[in-house]
């Protein structure tokens, strides 16, 4: 446990769905995290969390919010879920952490940031991979000019869609959802701590499939009216000069998938799905014929929780966190930015500033926190 720490953060669970699970159970191995409680709309799936993970309560969301153990709620709800939940839980006088995106729209994930201030918590959000070996190894090859000046990136996310197999995959096609919501915030994120803040993007976003048909077994056969783009191309300059492409796709087949690739004057670097926090990063220099592996950053490996775990040792001790609720905030506004974009056939300029986090140094802050 770090000096100072004092007793682990009491966290709460609201959503006991299939990502629950890959917050948990890497969660159990941070010092700085005590799982106090769980809650879902459906009562039997929190029960059923509670009992794999020795969570010793399962209850409603009321009952969370009231319980004074409960410091940090972790919202892991549908996104149209995010808003209205979060605004419960600062109003509980608690702080949050939302898995991704913060909300469905800018307006909303103004006002949740505004909350916070209000009540002086905490909001962090998801995703939290790029602080993994990965991001974070190509991260520091570009900041000590291994490949010279950035000048473009390729991001690459093309898929067919989840209704074949995800259990309940509706979401994924209303708003808030789409490849732009669902998979865009790990791209995005990724390339603002690549490559900082983006000067302006435009977009083309279109319903390729409007309507699609549930294959996954308790839902078979049922059809879902698709109410949001399910395709998107755009490209983005960034204040570093960089300007590139990203296509984010549920309607396409064999397409490039967890593609991520930043061009510079003196070389190239292959990066990982950044969906994932670990895996190898690829250089390959401007006039050399081969790819190399580079020396990761660290060798520690992180899995999601880790952006929690930091947020609960600020809670403790002070001081800023990296999966925080302002670069959530920035992402959010990126992602309406692209659907304006489209819209209105214009540029568009963030609205919300950004600030790049300090690059995980060593990976030592986090070995720290782990049991």
Known sequence: MLPNMGKPVGVGVIGCGSVACQYLKPGGAFECLRFVACSDILPDAAQAVAAEFGIPKACSNEELLAD?????????????AHYPLAMATLDAGKHTYLEKPLAITRELGLR???????????????????????????????????????????????????????????????????????????????????????KRLCALAAIEI?????????????????????????????????????????????????????????????IPDPNHHTGNVR????????????????????????GLAEMAQAIRNGGSFRASGEQGLAVLDLMEGFLESSAGGKHFTPTVAYQRPAPVSGGKSFENLSR
Not at 68 to 80: A, F, K, R
Not at 131 to 151: E, F, H, N, S
């Open 68 to 80: 004074p153990e409960v410091e940090v709620v972790l919202n892991l709800t549908i996104p149209s």
């Open 112 to 198: 949740i940031m505004d909350k916070a201030r209000q009540k002086n918590r905490k909001v962090g959000c998801a995703p939290d991979t790029f602080m993994g070996r990965a991001i974070q190894t190509a991260r520091k090859a570009i900041d000590d000019g291994l490949i010279g000046r950035p000048v473009g990136f390729n991001a690459f996310m093309m898929l067919p869609g989840h209704e074949k197999w995800h259990p309940n995959p509706e979401f994924h096609y209303d708003i808030g959802g789409g490849p732009l919501f669902d998979m865009g915030p790990y791209y995005l994120t990724a390339l603002l701590n690549l490559l900082g803040p983006v």
């Open 210 to 270: 409007p309507d699609r048909t549930i294959g996954s077994k308790a839902k078979f056969g049922k059809v879902i009216d698709v109410r949001t783009p399910d395709h998107m191309t755009g490209s983005i300059e960034f204040e570093c000069g960089a300007v590139g492409s990203i296509i984010l796709s549920f309607a396409t087949h064999h397409g490039p998938y967890g593609q991520l690739v930043i061009f510079g004057s003196e070389g190239t670097l292959e």
């Open 283 to 306: 250089f390959r220099a401007k006039d050399s014929a081969e790819w190399s592996e580079l020396k990761p950053a660290f060798t520690h490996e992180y899995y999601r929780s880790v």
